[in-house]
């Protein structure tokens, strides 16, 4: 099931919290959707889920907005905050949702086997850890068996067994069940592992979507190769002969454009010369992430009066 977001917007009072956004998310991959502080990451996935109501603009699942579904708990698992009665066992907390939405009270167990959590089944869900809690929070959005899972900072307090489970977890849904899987996450380094593509946007509006490979085709630095060698003018005035691009700073390191790894290793051992070393220089979505955001404008401050529902800024 496919997610389109066309043309939301959406005003507190002065402040402009999302403007005229677009992005899709397809069936089959995990999308991360990143930017900074404020830059309306929860307000869109509220709107995207019919918590909040947009000025203009339309989310739908295969065309069909989230208040429309005819059997949202089946179609769309969302996690957007963990809450939850801290005496009530998460076996308990989880058969009070199954009543409420139609489903056999077995789901409860199978959903805390698949996250994990069969072991602390029976305790109460305040004594859980924040990891354990944000465990039990993905196991009720799964226990309608939904195609589509949209979940803001899911890893948020795992450690790093947890995390790496979340990121197999989240990949198995999507690659092997083919589900659609759209995950709002500030743990960039994480994210680069778990994602297929990402939407980002800064200041309410869509500043990049696209693949990773996409993403860092376009990056600051792509296409270039770092190289270093105790012998680096020589290679440099090398590589110059032909037109070659480089640059060469004091500490025997050049930057190499317009020429592969292959063919710059060629030219230094045909010239003699000596390299410690030779790589094709790779952004990662940290840096990407940076170039992309880098003074993107933030919510203005609202006017005296005007106020803001808690979580929109977000």
């Given at each position: 099931?496919?997610?389109?977001?066309?043309?939301?917007?959406?005003?507190?009072?002065?402040?402009?919290?999302?403007?005229d956004?677009?992005?899709?998310?397809?069936?089959?991959?995990?999308?991360?959707?990143?930017?900074?502080?404020?830059?309306?990451?929860?307000t869109?996935l509220?709107?995207?889920?019919?918590?909040?109501?947009?000025?203009?603009?339309?989310?739908?699942?295969?065309?069909?907005?989230?208040t429309?579904?005819?059997?949202?708990?089946?179609?769309?698992?969302?996690?957007?905050?963990?809450?939850?009665?801290?005496?009530?066992?998460?076996?308990?907390?989880?058969?009070?949702?199954?009543?409420?939405?139609?489903?056999?009270?077995?789901?409860?167990?199978?959903?805390?086997?698949?996250?994990?959590?069969?072991d602390?089944?029976?305790?109460?869900?305040?004594?859980?850890?924040?990891g354990?809690?944000?465990?039990?929070?993905l196991?009720?959005?799964?226990?309608?068996?939904?195609?589509?899972?949209?979940?803001?900072?899911?890893?948020?307090?795992?450690?790093?067994?947890?995390?790496?489970?979340?990121?197999?977890?989240l990949?198995?849904l999507?690659?092997d069940?083919?589900r659609?899987v759209?995950?709002?996450?500030?743990?960039?380094?994480?994210?680069?592992?778990t994602?297929?593509?990402?939407?980002?946007?800064?200041?309410?509006?869509?500043?990049?979507?696209?693949?990773?490979?996409?993403?860092?085709a376009?990056?600051?630095?792509?296409?270039?190769?770092?190289?270093?060698?105790?012998?680096?003018?020589?290679?440099?005035?090398?590589?110059?002969?032909?037109?070659?691009?480089?640059?060469?700073?004091?500490?025997?390191?050049?930057t190499?454009?317009?020429?592969?790894?292959?063919e710059?290793?060629?030219?230094?051992?045909?010239?003699?010369?000596?390299?410690?070393?030779l790589?094709?220089h790779?952004?990662?979505?940290?840096?990407?992430?940076?170039?992309?955001?880098?003074?993107?404008e933030?919510?203005?401050?609202?006017?005296?009066?005007?106020s803001?529902?808690q979580?929109?800024?977000?």
């Amino acid at each position: 099931m496919r997610v389109d977001v066309r043309g939301l917007t959406k005003s507190f009072g002065a402040v402009r919290a999302v403007s005229d956004l677009d992005f899709t998310v397809e069936p089959g991959q995990v999308t991360g959707f990143l930017g900074p502080n404020g830059a309306g990451k929860t307000t869109t996935l509220r709107m995207v889920l019919g918590l909040i109501r947009p000025d203009t603009g339309t989310a739908t699942f295969d065309g069909t907005p989230y208040t429309e579904l005819r059997d949202p708990v089946r179609t769309v698992g969302a996690v957007l905050e963990t809450a939850f009665h801290p005496a009530r066992s998460a076996r308990n907390h989880l058969r009070v949702y199954c009543r409420a939405a139609g489903l056999p009270l077995e789901r409860a167990d199978e959903v805390l086997r698949q996250v994990g959590l069969s072991d602390a089944a029976g305790r109460r869900a305040g004594s859980y850890s924040l990891g354990m809690r944000q465990r039990l929070a993905l196991a009720a959005a799964l226990l309608g068996d939904p195609g589509v899972l949209v979940l803001d900072e899911p890893a948020n307090g795992l450690d790093p067994e947890g995390i790496q489970w979340l990121r197999g977890f989240l990949r198995h849904l999507a690659h092997d069940q083919g589900r659609t899987v759209l995950v709002s996450s500030h743990l960039l380094s994480e994210v680069e592992q778990t994602v297929d593509r990402v939407v980002i946007v800064g200041g309410g509006r869509l500043v990049r979507e696209g693949s990773m490979a996409d993403l860092r085709a376009g990056a600051a630095g792509a296409g270039t190769v770092l190289v270093r060698s105790p012998e680096a003018q020589r290679l440099a005035e090398t590589l110059r002969v032909d037109g070659t691009q480089v640059s060469l700073d004091g500490d025997g390191a050049l930057t190499v454009s317009g020429r592969s790894a292959a063919e710059i290793g060629h030219r230094a051992f045909t010239a003699g010369i000596e390299l410690h070393e030779l790589r094709p220089h790779t952004s990662g979505l940290e840096e990407i992430y940076f170039q992309l955001t880098s003074g993107q404008e933030q919510f203005a401050a609202p006017s005296p009066g005007s106020s803001i529902p808690q979580g929109a800024a977000r």
